[in-house]
């Protein structure tokens, strides 16, 4: 007997289908299950994804490695983040290279109010070293989230940082839960499951092969307010990722570095060319953000008052409510519409000046 977490994981071993076609998929048909479930030939009609395509997604093959995956990760206490699901990182949602599925181990926020992303070289220097030091003290106490990629160097030491600063933090890897790389960070990443966790895209049982770190580090990007860079190279992960995070329109700062020194071409490079702001201290970074002084929980959320609205646009509104913008896919499955009915319905809403369209076909209230 197959349930919904049986389909919406089989979703991403269908061959040939990757997370924009399966979201198609579901817009189109309305539900994971139907993807299963509808004949081939309505699965093309409806989305115009080729025959030859189609016909080689292999629908059973796709539910039999799911059903493989779930036994494992029921034993593991491994959680499943679907893009439709509420506990999938809204941020990194906004992205359009986003994964179908993500897993994660551990106790943390999948959207917490405030998240950074503190990312630098491996072969950190003690200047480096004591930056990440300063600028993770003066985050402490201001309800930030800390992410960075488990890599030695910058990376660590923030992690590292946080756990003793009581400040939650989150890995994320570039291989399945199931190991970990490098495996001299195993006893921080133990640490992590209780302040924090470990996330990532990949399926137990994936290695830790080259081409997958720069994938890690989109996720490292896009589901963070802002990405900080303490020293770098001239090329490598952290370039990469500060690069992934200007494509997501997400703030980028650099720490500058002496003229001539290896570990600060990168940083150097980035405010020069204008993708990263020079950064100085942590205080200047949460002035920078508009986030200094604050006291977790003090903020009063008002609740919208949407008018006089019909029940379909009210539970458009309801759905966006909290939303930084959702893309109208999401929106079709998430309020129940027909893509040209939910067209109708966000432009009327427009016209009211309660939604507002971002490029990209994705909505948020104003």
């Not at 579901?26 to 699965?43: M, T």
């Not at 700062?253 to 204008?274: D, V």
């Not at 519409?337 to 939604?355: A, H, T, Y």
Request: net charge neutral; hydrophobic share 40%; with cysteine.
């Amino acid at each position: 007997m197959h349930t919904n977490l049986h389909y919406k994981l089989g979703l991403s071993f269908l061959f040939g289908i990757g997370p924009k076609k399966a979201a198609l998929l579901i817009s189109k048909l309305g539900s994971p299950e139907a993807v299963f479930s509808a004949d081939l030939k309505q699965l093309h009609q409806s989305t115009g994804i080729s025959m030859a395509v189609i016909s080689q997604i292999n629908r059973t093959r796709a539910l039999e490695i799911a059903d493989k995956q779930l036994e494992y990760i029921a034993k593991n206490d491994i959680t499943i983040h679907f893009y439709l699901d509420i506990n999938y990182p809204r941020r990194l949602k906004q992205c359009d290279d986003a994964p179908l599925i993500l897993y994660s181990k551990g106790h943390f926020d999948p959207n917490p109010s405030r998240t950074i992303a503190i990312v630098g070289t491996r072969s950190a220097t003690e200047y480096g070293r004591g930056l990440c030091e300063e600028l993770v003290k003066e985050l402490a106490g201001n309800d930030i989230q800390v992410v960075s990629g488990m890599a030695f160097g910058i990376d660590i030491c923030a992690h590292q940082l946080c756990l003793k600063l009581g400040i939650q933090t989150v890995g994320v890897l570039g291989h399945g839960l199931d190991r970990l790389y490098p495996r001299q960070h195993k006893r921080i990443a133990e640490l992590m499951l209780d302040h924090g966790g470990l996330l990532t895209e990949f399926i137990p049982g994936t290695e830790p092969d080259r081409e997958n770190f720069p994938m890690r580090n989109r996720i490292v990007a896009g589901m963070t307010d802002a990405t900080i860079v303490i020293e770098s190279k001239n090329t490598g992960g952290s370039l990469i990722t500060a690069e992934l995070a200007n494509d997501y329109h997400r703030d980028v700062f650099a720490y500058p570095g002496n003229i001539g020194q290896i570990h600060s071409e990168g940083c150097n490079t980035l405010i020069r060319t204008n993708k990263a702001h020079l950064l100085a201290n942590g205080a200047q970074f949460l002035k920078e953000m508009g986030w200094q002084n604050s006291v977790q929980g003090t903020a009063v959320v008002q609740k919208k008052c949407f008018g006089d609205l019909e029940e379909e646009e009210l539970r458009i509104c309801e759905f966006l409510d909290g939303s930084p913008g959702e893309h109208i896919d999401v929106i079709c499955v998430g309020v129940k519409q027909p893509v040209s009915r939910l067209n109708v319905l966000l432009f009327q809403l427009e016209m009211k000046g309660i939604v507002k369209e971002f490029p990209g076909k994705r909505y948020s209230l104003n």
